[in-house]
């Protein structure tokens, strides 16, 4: 997780790109949103820190978010879709609005999570005196090359990024790797560019692994499954791009996400030394989890980002199956204010407008909300929201988080008098806002 631009998937690139080039055993293969890394590979990886790396699962599976695309509900219903967590930051730029975002997220879940205090090259060549490149090593080997100018700047970014966390109430420290996990939060400095910093990234990830969750793994039978995209593929239609956590999906299943519909295909890229052809995907039967998956199947269109899916099996009562599936939308239509009174809001995924209602919610923000929606905003929306210009004037409003408006509910919107405000950070819809408020008083 992290700021947009600070890395993120660089640093897969760089992860995979490596174990490409030099052949190393144990590939990672790249799947439909996320990244498989093998335990063998880690280790392999690792050596040069003479780490002990005692990984007791097959391997770990790193899911990227992609843009700015909110990616928030972390743990729908239970089901952890995201059990560790990277924090990407930019050594230059230090927290921004959606590091913020991300940090807020992962106390509300009380989610693990490292920070990659990434780009450390970047700063020092900009300098006068270099960074100088030691391809994939270990960080302080790398910092042992380094002039004393560039240590005095690295410690100064560094100083000032953790004095930021512990603004946000959190307590990190530089990366050790001869000291104990204990409750404070690491940071470990990368550079996604020339991969100093990886092994350290990866020996941690490992660690915490180890530590946090080998007590909570245990392979289950039963479907987790999380929607991660919605997205139009041409020659495939609508499809759903998905991790599935636990327990097996086939072709034909039938599945329900808040859409009932019937698996037509399950795709996930080749694998890497296959990938050549842009475009393609291999077919499977079955898949078992833990894994990242494209699937194809009629009416997909509907389906939404963020929601749970399900399989209905052969026992499984079906009315039951799409009350569940409800479950995760009506979590979120209680959290919305009930006397009717306040602002309609509509966000990407069911995730992102979680994190919205979260937002607004919060006692220094206080903004009651009467609707929500996702995706773009339409004409009905805009119908919908002026219904408040009796009430409160100041409620017919639509706080729309990224997403588009299309040009017909913008038209209808300006002769209604319903006020649209658009972003794609949360704080800045609540800024833009409070203007509005405080111009509608004057
Ligand atoms: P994301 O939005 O967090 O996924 O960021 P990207 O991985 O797309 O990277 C954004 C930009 O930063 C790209 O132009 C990268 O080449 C650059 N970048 C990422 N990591 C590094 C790094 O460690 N050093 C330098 N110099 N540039 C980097
Ligand atoms: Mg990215």
């Given at each position: 997780?992290?700021?947009?631009?600070?890395?993120?998937?660089?640093?897969?690139?760089?992860?995979?790109?490596?174990?490409?080039?030099?052949?190393?055993?144990?590939?990672?293969?790249?799947?439909?949103?996320?990244?498989?890394?093998?335990?063998?590979?880690?280790?392999?990886?690792?050596?040069?820190?003479?780490?002990?790396?005692?990984?007791?699962?097959?391997?770990?599976?790193?899911?990227?978010?992609?843009?700015?695309?909110?990616?928030?509900?972390?743990?729908?219903?239970?089901?952890?879709?995201?059990?560790?967590?990277?924090?990407?930051?930019?050594?230059?730029?230090?927290?921004?609005?959606?590091?913020?975002?991300?940090?807020?997220?992962?106390?509300?879940?009380?989610?693990?999570?490292?920070?990659?205090?990434?780009?450390?090259?970047?700063?020092?060549?900009?300098?006068?005196?270099?960074?100088?490149?030691?391809?994939?090593?270990?960080?302080?080997?790398?910092?042992?090359?380094?002039?004393?100018?560039?240590?005095?700047?690295?410690?100064?970014?560094?100083?000032?990024?953790?004095?930021?966390?512990?603004?946000?109430?959190?307590?990190?420290?530089?990366?050790?790797?001869?000291?104990?996990?204990?409750?404070?939060?690491?940071?470990?400095?990368?550079?996604?560019?020339?991969?100093?910093?990886?092994?350290?990234?990866?020996?941690?990830?490992?660690?915490?692994?180890?530590?946090?969750?080998?007590?909570?793994?245990?392979?289950?039978?039963?479907?987790?499954?999380?929607?991660?995209?919605?997205?139009?593929?041409?020659?495939?239609?609508?499809?759903?791009?998905?991790?599935?956590?636990?327990?097996?999906?086939?072709?034909?299943?039938?599945?329900?996400?808040?859409?009932?519909?019937?698996?037509?295909?399950?795709?996930?890229?080749?694998?890497?030394?296959?990938?050549?052809?842009?475009?393609?995907?291999?077919?499977?039967?079955?898949?078992?989890?833990?894994?990242?998956?494209?699937?194809?199947?009629?009416?997909?269109?509907?389906?939404?980002?963020?929601?749970?899916?399900?399989?209905v099996g052969p026992h499984d009562d079906l009315e039951?199956v799409k009350e569940t599936a409800m479950g995760d939308?009506?979590?979120?239509?209680?959290?919305?204010?009930?006397?009717?009174?306040?602002?309609?809001?509509?966000?990407?995924?069911?995730?992102?407008?979680?994190?919205?209602?979260?937002?607004?919610?919060?006692?220094?923000?206080?903004?009651?909300?009467?609707?929500?929606?996702?995706?773009?905003?339409?004409?009905?929306?805009?119908?919908?929201?002026?219904?408040?210009?009796?009430?409160?004037?100041?409620?017919?409003?639509?706080?729309?988080?990224?997403?588009?408006?299309?040009?017909?509910?913008?038209?209808?919107?300006?002769?209604?008098?319903?006020?649209?405000?658009?972003?794609?950070?949360?704080?800045?819809?609540?800024?833009?806002?409070?203007?509005?408020i405080n111009n509608l008083k004057e």
């Amino acid at each position: 997780m992290g700021h947009v631009d600070t890395g993120k998937t660089k640093l897969l690139d760089c992860i995979r790109g490596t174990n490409v080039q030099e052949g190393e055993a144990g590939g990672i293969t790249q799947q439909i949103g996320a990244t498989y890394f093998p335990a063998e590979n880690i280790r392999e990886r690792t050596k040069e820190l003479r780490a002990d790396v005692k990984l007791k699962v097959p391997g770990l599976l790193v899911i990227d978010t992609p843009g700015h695309e909110s990616f928030t509900n972390l743990r729908s219903r239970g089901s952890g879709l995201c059990d560790i967590a990277v924090l990407v930051v930019d050594i230059m730029h230090g927290l921004e609005p959606q590091t913020i975002e991300s940090l807020n997220l992962l106390k509300m879940r009380n989610t693990k999570f490292i920070v990659a205090l990434n780009k450390v090259r970047f700063i020092m060549v900009d300098r006068l005196y270099g960074w100088k490149t030691c391809r994939n090593a270990p960080i302080e080997k790398a910092m042992k090359q380094q002039s004393k100018y560039v240590k005095i700047q690295f410690e100064t970014q560094l100083v000032q990024i953790i004095t930021q966390f512990k603004e946000q109430g959190l307590n990190t420290e530089l990366n050790n790797m001869d000291k104990e996990m204990r409750e404070t939060y690491r940071i470990v400095p990368t550079s996604a560019i020339s991969g100093e910093g990886i092994p350290d990234l990866l020996l941690v990830l490992a660690k915490l692994t180890e530590k946090t969750m080998v007590e909570n793994l245990t392979y289950r039978n039963e479907v987790q499954c999380t929607v991660l995209e919605v997205k139009v593929i041409e020659g495939l239609g609508t499809t759903i791009d998905v991790v599935l956590v636990n327990g097996m999906l086939h072709e034909g299943d039938q599945i329900v996400g808040p859409i009932v519909t019937s698996i037509r295909a399950l795709l996930t890229p080749h694998p890497m030394n296959e990938l050549r052809v842009k475009g393609t995907y291999q077919n499977h039967r079955a898949i078992k989890g833990a894994q990242g998956i494209k699937i194809t199947a009629p009416g997909l269109e509907h389906a939404i980002a963020g929601a749970a899916l399900y399989v209905v099996g052969p026992h499984d009562d079906l009315e039951e199956v799409k009350e569940t599936a409800m479950g995760d939308m009506k979590s979120v239509l209680s959290r919305i204010d009930k006397s009717g009174e306040g602002v309609c809001i509509q966000a990407s995924t069911l995730g992102s407008l979680e994190a919205l209602l979260e937002f607004l919610k919060t006692p220094e923000v206080n903004i009651p909300v009467s609707g929500i929606s996702i995706g773009t905003v339409h004409k009905k929306d805009v119908m919908k929201a002026s219904v408040m210009l009796e009430k409160k004037k100041e409620f017919a409003t639509i706080l729309a988080f990224d997403v588009k408006v299309t040009p017909e509910a913008w038209k209808l919107a300006d002769d209604l008098g319903v006020k649209i405000f658009m972003a794609d950070i949360i704080y800045h819809l609540f800024d833009q806002f409070k203007g509005y408020i405080n111009n509608l008083k004057e």
